[in-house]
C-alpha cells in the first residue's frame, strides 16, 4: 500500500512537470492581432464608397492628407482619437499611453476635434498631433476613412483606432476606459515585436 502511494505521489508530481517540459519544447507562444476589414467593405457607413469584397481594406493616404491638410508619414504606427470630449480622464489616459512609447519616433498620437471643440495647444510629446477640423471633414474622416459609426454629435462608441505600419486598422478602443488603454498597449506592444 505504502509503493502505491509513492507511485501516485510521484506521477502527481512529475505530470505537471512533463507537460511544461513539453510545451516549452513543441508549443508556440504566438499571439496575432486582427486586421480589419480584410474582406473590404461591403456596406460602409453614410455615404461612403464601397471597397469590393476582392480588395482589403487600407487606408487611403491621398484621403487622409486631404482631410488633414498635412503630409502622412509612411511606415509608421498611427492612434487616431476622434472626436472625444476633452476632459482629465481622457487626458490622463492618452498620457499613459503616450508616456509609454515616447521614445519611439515610428508611434503617433493623432487627436481631431471639431473646430468649435478645443484650440490645438502645444504638448511635451513629440509624437502627439492635433487637429481641429470642421464637421463634414470629421465625419468623412470618421466614417469613411477610419470606419467609426459617428453620431450627429460626431461622438463614437470607440474614439480610437489604431493604424499600423501598412495603414490597416488593427484595433478599435474606447479612450475613457484605462483597461482598453492597457489592451492598446499591449496590442501595439505585439505588432510592434513582430
Not at 506521477?11 to 474582406?39: A, H, M
Not at 469590393?52 to 491621398?62: G, R, V
Request: charged content about 25%.
Amino acid at each position: 500500500m505504502n509503493k502505491t502511494k509513492s507511485i501516485i505521489l510521484f506521477l502527481t508530481l512529475i505530470f505537471p512537470v512533463l507537460i511544461y517540459l513539453f510545451l516549452q519544447g513543441f508549443g508556440k507562444n504566438e499571439f496575432d492581432i486582427p486586421i480589419y476589414f480584410e474582406g473590404g467593405i461591403t456596406s460602409p457607413l453614410g455615404d461612403c464608397p464601397v471597397l469590393p469584397a476582392s480588395q482589403f481594406y487600407q487606408l487611403d493616404k491621398s484621403h487622409l492628407e486631404d482631410v488633414l491638410k498635412e503630409s502622412v508619414i509612411d511606415g509608421q504606427f498611427a492612434v487616431y482619437e476622434l472626436g472625444n470630449t476633452e476632459n482629465e480622464l481622457l487626458r490622463n489616459n492618452l498620457y499613459t499611453f503616450l508616456e509609454k512609447y515616447k521614445e519611439r519616433k515610428d508611434i503617433s498620437l493623432i487627436s481631431i476635434k471639431k473646430l468649435e471643440d478645443t484650440a490645438i495647444s502645444t504638448s511635451r510629446y513629440a509624437s502627439w498631433k492635433r487637429y481641429n477640423l470642421p464637421d463634414s471633414d470629421l465625419m468623412r474622416l470618421g466614417r469613411c476613412i477610419l470606419q467609426l459609426d459617428l453620431n450627429a454629435q460626431m461622438k463614437a462608441d470607440s474614439g480610437l483606432v489604431l493604424v499600423d505600419q501598412n495603414r490597416r486598422i488593427r484595433g478599435y478602443y474606447d479612450p475613457y476606459e484605462l483597461k482598453e488603454i492597457d489592451r492598446l498597449n499591449t496590442e501595439l506592444y505585439i505588432l510592434l515585436s513582430k
